[in-house]
């Protein structure tokens, strides 16, 4: 080998020191360094929207956490009670003159813009009160109510005073008769509960999620008693027990397509099938429920033949091997075993159906419902649908609820895919 | 009086269920202890008695079951029927089917209790015998239900004797369920393609399918007389296909550099515990659910790209498909990630070994030799991105325009066949006005294009697996 370089036969000597050489490697090694670093500028790019994602909707998100509230003290004006009927009494007159008798500097004149600092709910509430207790007529009461959408935003800030005054949506002299107000330590701002305990809806103050809770509970209950059973059905028939023929094959592809198919078009299928072909009612959580079982079926199905795979075949052999039937192989053995897996795939298909909006906007849960639904038939909202809607609405005490619930539905996700992992680390074998 | 009667046939349904519940449990009970008492009087049972009580209490349940379903899902259309024939003659003469809908609807309001203005007497009757229909109806399924369940009980508990095959019976049933089970994805397909199918046939009956097809333009709001419809060609889907595909490429834009250079970080440069913590954080902008996507654009990336449009003097829309198409393409980043992160990962051992040993760097590898390997199952999976960028909808419907501009420039505000599907939907939607029916004929177009993107996308992730196996 020696002598073969020195006649000049073969590959000529590399001189592994020269400038040509080193200048190659340091172009290679800058080129490597180059795609090291487009490929960790692009995962922080991805990290940077998520980071904007969090904190836009936590900035926005928690102002909606506390909602401003005005003590006042209302007196039941003998003269503006309706004796006939308590209920129609002029509830506004009373507020007004109360406000204007509280606030230093008001006159009558200011009592339209007084009675705009406090919800639409004060009247109600009023009514309420009197309706439960008819001996309130003369008597001065204390009611802390909502403070409307405007004065809500002003306390909290988030209204600029620069702006200028034809432009905003309080004048100087209703910020002067807030302050006034709060000088007087009638302003509080406590803890929204409102958001979770009310359904929704026109004015943000008083607009919450029970309704939208309830129902997504209602359409989550339906798609897994469906989607559940019926995906095991299917996944334990395809694993364990179908014939290799055409049909089967038949069965798989379109299980397959079935998950790629767009939501929007199940949505179609809700409208047209359920809807207007077998007459079910519109809103109704019960519909938007079959519509995302559904949707769902192709994930379970799929979850569970990967934990049914995954028991090992010396299971099966041996229970067939002490003379169990097939079936009672695979319902008491190797389902069992696969529970955790089947369980988790479950999980993680409940969860994307909670976060699907389009069906549900299809087959109408996005109506304005002001009452949580009592039974999945009767019209209501979904926690997504219920994001829609207040992201459509102008009113901008809507942006921050928005918000809130956007982080109440990624808080249900957060805990859904939390318990498949915990129930994936928990009781998942390694055979 | 008629709320009441709603509660009746609540109640009834409940009864239902729970009597056909009852009997089942009841039938599972009886042949058990029948069979235990066979077996405690020294009878060799061919069956296990937990056999028998199964036996019975399928053959109980699913008859039962599958009657009350079909009772609820069919008695609605034939009360219609009955209710309509009953009208005073000549009130439905000569009133196309639309009328006869609205009518129906009507008297089902007036049933339901819901009264608007003062209708017409032959209507409030119609609801009353609407309703009385309705309490027969409830009444007849319990007593079928419960007719039945008896019979059946008493059927199953003669069939108790040892030489019973209970075992086989019951698995017999069980292996039905589960085949039903597996047909039910055929069956939602089937679903899929008929409604699609058929309301687009209805469209086409009031709109050319060559105006659909073909046409400009696209203004379903427009008030025009049935009429005219088809002359002014409102309904050409031209416009609105662009749209999608204007958004579609603007959302690949964004995810496939991205999404394939974090995937050839995550797969040769990051150290392990880079990867554990890097990949579970992309997958956080999967699981993101779509409407939130939309109002992010909404709220933080439409008002900077205005903002920016200002400072710089470009003409962007204020709902641009910059914006609606972007926060698309974010979402799609850990989807083609983690796709191609497989891919390349599937590439064998040896092809990356032999170019390492070669003297290649890491870059060099995946650049020359592991990304041209991979590249089939890449394409395959930057196909099933592009088809879910245009079915994509919550983000568009929020971020996106509505009004359908032929034009080809990002800046500007565009639509998309699912932004047009939902506003054409949403609200009251009567099947009988080709606007409704435009939306199925735009579901279909969707339905076709994401699945022949996907059958393609499949056949070449196969082939490409086929290759390495």
């Known amino acids: 080998m020696a002598d073969a370089t020195q006649t000049g036969i073969g590959p000529r000597p590399v001189d592994w020191t020269s400038e040509e050489i080193g200048a190659r490697v340091r172009r290679r090694k800058a080129s490597e360094m180059r795609l090291k670093m487009v490929g960790l500028a692009a995962i922080g790019f991805a990290f940077l929207m998520l980071a904007i994602l969090m904190v836009s909707l936590i900035a926005t998100g928690w102002q909606a956490m506390t909602q401003t509230h005005v003590r006042i003290d209302v007196t039941y004006d003998p003269a503006l009670i309706n004796e006939a009927n308590p209920a129609r009494s002029n509830f506004r007159q009373m507020l007004q003159n109360s406000l204007v008798a509280q606030v230093p500097g008001a006159t009558a004149e200011d009592g339209r813009a007084l009675l705009g600092i406090l919800s639409n709910a004060a009247q109600f509430t009023m009514r309420d009160r009197l309706l439960a207790d008819p001996s309130l007529v003369g008597r001065t009461v204390t009611l802390n109510v909502p403070a409307s959408d405007p004065y809500d935003l002003l306390n909290k800030g988030l209204i600029d005073h620069e702006t200028p005054e034809e432009l905003r949506r309080v004048k100087d002299n209703e910020i002067a008769f807030f302050g006034a107000l709060a000088a007087q330590g009638r302003v509080t701002k406590p803890l929204n509960t409102t958001l979770l305990t009310s359904a929704d809806s026109r004015f943000p103050e008083l607009a919450g999620l029970r309704g939208a809770l309830t129902g997504s509970f209602y359409a989550l209950l339906t798609c897994f008693l469906l989607s559940f059973p019926i995906g095991i059905g299917a996944a334990i028939y395809l694993e364990e027990f179908a014939p290799k023929n055409k049909a089967s094959d038949f069965i798989e592809v379109n299980i397959n397509n079935l998950a790629a198919v767009p939501s929007v078009v199940f949505g179609l299928l809700g409208l047209a099938v359920f809807l207007n072909w077998l007459g079910l009612p519109r809103s109704a959580p019960f519909v938007g429920g079959m519509v995302l079982a559904l949707m769902t079926l192709p994930t379970i199905i799929i979850a569970t033949r990967a934990a049914l795979k995954a028991v090992p075949a010396s299971i099966r052999e041996a229970a067939l091997g002490v003379g169990a039937s097939r079936q009672q192989v695979v319902f008491h053995h190797v389902v069992p075993l696969a529970m955790p897996g089947i369980l988790t795939g479950t999980i993680i298909g409940l969860a994307q159906a909670l976060g699907q909006t389009a069906p549900l906007l299809l087959i109408g849960m996005n109506a304005f419902v002001t009452a949580a639904p009592a039974t999945p038939f009767d019209p209501a909202t979904a926690l997504p649908t219920q994001i829609f809607i207040w992201a459509d609405s102008p009113e901008r005490g809507f942006v921050s609820r928005t918000s809130a619930a956007i982080l109440v539905l990624l808080g249900f996700l957060v805990l859904m895919n939390g318990l498949a992992i915990f129930l994936r680390n928990k009781f998942e074998r390694k055979w | ?469």
């Open chain 2, 1 to 469: 009086m008629f709320p009441q009667a709603a509660d009746w046939v609540r109640s009834m349904t409940t009864f239902a269920f729970a009597l056909l519940f009852l009997a089942s449990v009841a039938g599972y009970l009886l042949n058990l202890r029948a069979a235990r008492q066979l077996q405690g009087s020294g009878a060799r049972l061919h069956s296990l008695a937990g056999f028998h009580g199964g036996f019975s209490f399928l053959v109980v349940l699913v008859p039962g079951f599958i009657v009350l379903i079909l009772w609820l899902l069919l008695q609605g259309a034939v009360i219609n029927a009955l209710v309509l024939r009953s009208l005073p003659p000549g009130t439905t003469d000569g009133l196309d089917p639309g009328a006869v809908q609205l009518i129906v609807a009507e008297i089902r309001q007036i049933a339901g209790g819901r009264i608007f203005g003062t209708p017409e007497q032959w209507k409030i009757d119609a609801a009353a015998r609407l309703t009385a229909l309705r309490d027969t109806s409830a009444t007849l399924m319990v007593v079928v239900v419960g007719v039945m369940s008896a019979v059946l009980l008493i059927l199953s508990r003669m069939r108790v004797s040892p030489d019973f095959r209970a075992r086989q019976g019951t698995e017999a049933i069980v292996n039905g369920l589960m085949i039903f089970c597996s047909t039910v994805a055929i069956f939602t397909t089937i679903g899929i393609i008929a409604s699609l199918v058929v309301e687009t046939w209805r469209f086409f009956g009031m709109v050319p399918w060559y105006d659909f097809l073909f046409g400009l333009r696209w203004e379903p709001q427009m008030p025009i007389r049935a009429d005219q419809i088809a002359a002014v060609g409102a309904f050409g889907w031209v416009p609105v296909f662009v749209g999608t595909l204007v958004i579609t490429v603007v959302a690949m834009t964004v995810a496939v550099p991205v999404g394939l250079f974090s995937a050839i970080y995550l797969n040769e440069f990051a150290s392990p515990r880079f990867r554990a913590v890097a990949k579970p954080l992309l997958e956080i902008l999967a699981g993101v659910p779509t409407v939130v996507y939309g109002f992010f654009a909404v709220l933080v990336i439409a008002p900077a790209l205005r903002d920016f449009g200002v400072w710089s003097g470009l003409p962007i829309a204020s709902n641009t498909a910059l914006a609606a198409g972007s926060v698309t393409g974010v979402m799609l980043i850990p989807f083609i990630s983690s796709f191609a992160d497989d891919t390349l990962s599937a590439v064998p051992r040896a092809l990356r070994d032999g170019a390492l040993a070669l003297g290649a760097t890491r870059g060099e590898t995946v650049i020359t030799v592991l990304f041209p390997a991979a590249i089939p199952g890449i394409v395959g999976g930057i196909l099933l991105a592009v088809s879910r960028a245009i079915g994509e909808t919550m983000i568009v419907v929020m971020a996106a325009g509505l009004i359908a501009k032929l034009t080809i420039n990002p800046l500007d505000s565009v639509t998309t066949v699912t932004v047009q599907i939902v506003t054409l939907l949403i609200g009251d939607t009567a099947f009988d006005s080709p606007k409704t029916l435009a939306a199925f004929a735009l579901g279909l177009m969707l339905f076709v294009v994401t699945l022949g993107i996907n059958v393609l996308a499949l056949r070449i992730v196969r082939k490409y697996r086929e290759i390495y196996d």
